[in-house]
């Protein structure tokens, strides 16, 4: 995993999150608690991406072979059914090999029901006794997976999502032909990615998310031209002892040119970024967060048109922002996330003509310099700008009291010298973060109108006079980091002792 390059780490990537989310129980739900001042970052893990993306694969599977079968959800019993004594055998061993069902999940997997009718599975219509689909997420399942799976010849779908299956995954697998998904994010298989999984063709979706995986990704995978999802973040796999050398295969965007969604987050993975990614022209969501990725971004990238998402948070990636030019391209993008690296440069005035979607920028912790661009006003449904921890100084532009969909505004640490008055236009800003910068003048008492603020952090600036009382007024206020005693004297005055604070 990258390191904090000489940053401290207490910055974690940033996931938009609604107000009514952040008020759940007055506790702030997938927040980070750990940034500066206790301030909460609006953050989450890089698993949250493909948790959305999950639900849109599975409208789009079940709308193709059916429902997915629970234990009240079932097909009709047909009047006359085949037994199939393989599938019957696999179906079997699969129940033998796990060692604990606490939901008894696997209960209806007896001889009073026809294997068809059992929990999870689906048969075909055209082959009534032919298994096509295993379903059992959720199901606190521990066991290892048996090798008769590979039995199931019909099977086009095994979805094992959040249980506890452990051990290898079958080679076995790979006798699957007809197979199209392999969900099997958050267990805790060991060992390897079978190699023969290049001979399942028909291959689609493949989450291995949040296991225990280890060695390299095989190279075979790059047969698998009509795979669209490929996710492998937070496991233990590395490339280093292959023929790659220790890069994502250069070509990957050739091989798998259907590409969809690609999640290679919190992994072992060095090198650089391939720039044959841009010929995956159907890539919507780009993942390589917390890995050790060094020199620079493709600035290819453009060429995605419907890229969405794009998360390098924390690896070693440097040079300039001529990247973003690029990705002006992109009309559908919603989230950039390019946080704790090694950018450099200034922010390029290109950035003003990012995608109208844009809801996230996160650059804080690299090297940028020079001024925000005024630009940045034109990006009108951001939700969450942070670039705490750069270079960048000069007047906070006032354009940008023209995001009135702002909630989350971090501009720490730093060389601002100004606050532009239209602050007060961001009336859905939630958290302020300003402190450790060289501010002078007053605090403007035009934030008054941000009537959603729980956090504001002003300390380490050179402000002076008193805490407007349009401020001392907002009931939503929660948290504030003040900036000398003569305003904590003030909190006290106005019955807010309880606020949190720091004098400097």
Request: aromatic share 8%.
């Amino acid at each position: 995993m990258a390191q904090s390059h000489g940053h401290s780490s207490k910055y974690r990537p940033i996931r938009y999150v609604s107000a009514d989310t952040y008020r759940k129980n007055g506790v702030p739900r997938r927040i980070q608690a750990d940034i500066p001042l206790r301030l909460k970052i609006a953050g989450v893990s890089a698993k949250s991406r493909y948790v959305s993306v999950c639900k849109r694969y599975t409208s789009r599977y079940t709308s193709r072979d059916g429902p997915i079968l629970t234990g009240s959800d079932r097909i009709p019993a047909a009047t006359s059914m085949a037994n199939n004594a393989t599938d019957r055998a696999a179906l079997e061993a699969f129940k033998a090999a796990v060692v604990q069902d606490p939901f008894g999940a696997l209960t209806s997997w007896n001889h009073s029901l026809h294997y068809c009718h059992w929990n999870g599975i689906l048969c075909s219509r055209r082959h009534p006794d032919r298994v096509i689909r295993i379903t059992l997420r959720s199901q606190g399942l521990v066991g290892s997976l048996s090798p008769h799976v590979g039995n199931l010849s019909f099977l086009k779908s095994v979805v094992l999502q959040n249980n506890s299956f452990h051990d290898p995954i079958p080679q076995e697998m790979g006798r699957l032909f007809r197979l199209q998904t392999i969900e099997f994010s958050n267990n805790s298989f060991g060992g390897g990615i079978p190699n023969n999984l290049s001979r399942c063709l028909k291959l689609e979706w493949l989450n291995l998310i949040d296991n225990n995986l280890t060695g390299n990704i095989p190279a075979e995978l790059g047969t698998l031209s009509r795979l669209g999802t490929l996710a492998l973040g937070t496991n233990k796999l590395s490339v280093a002892d292959n023929q790659l050398e220790g890069n994502i295969p250069p070509d990957i965007g050739s091989t798998l040119p259907n590409l969809k969604f690609l999640y290679l987050f919190t992994t072992l993975f060095t090198g650089t970024l391939p720039t044959s990614l841009s010929n995956a022209s159907e890539l919507e969501s780009i993942d390589f967060s917390q890995n050790d990725f060094s020199r620079t971004m493709p600035t290819n990238l453009g060429k995605l048109l419907g890229l969405g998402f794009i998360n390098v948070y924390q690896n070693r990636l440097q040079d300039d922002l001529a990247f973003i030019s690029s990705l002006t391209n992109c009309t559908s993008l919603q989230d950039i996330q390019v946080g704790s690296n090694l950018f450099r440069g200034s922010l390029p005035d290109s950035i003003a003509n990012l995608s109208t979607y844009l809801n996230l920028i996160n650059l804080q912790i690299n090297q940028i310099h020079g001024i925000i661009p005024s630009g940045i006003g034109n990006l009108l449904n951001l939700t969450v700008l942070s670039m705490a921890e750069n270079n960048l100084a000069g007047p906070i532009p006032s354009s940008i009291g023209r995001l009135q969909n702002l909630q989350y505004l971090f501009l720490g640490h730093k060389k601002f010298t100004e606050l532009p008055s239209s602050l007060g236009n961001l009336t859905s800003l939630i958290s302020l973060a300003l402190e450790g910068n060289k501010i002078h003048g007053s605090i403007p008492p035009s934030l008054g109108n941000c009537h959603s603020l729980l956090e504001l952090a002003l300390f380490q600036n050179n402000l002076h006079g008193s805490i407007p009382p349009e401020i001392m007024s907002l009931n939503s206020i929660s948290k504030f980091l003040w900036t000398h005693t003569k305003h904590a004297e003030q909190l006290f005055e106005f019955g807010m002792a309880s606020l949190g604070g720091q004098f400097i």
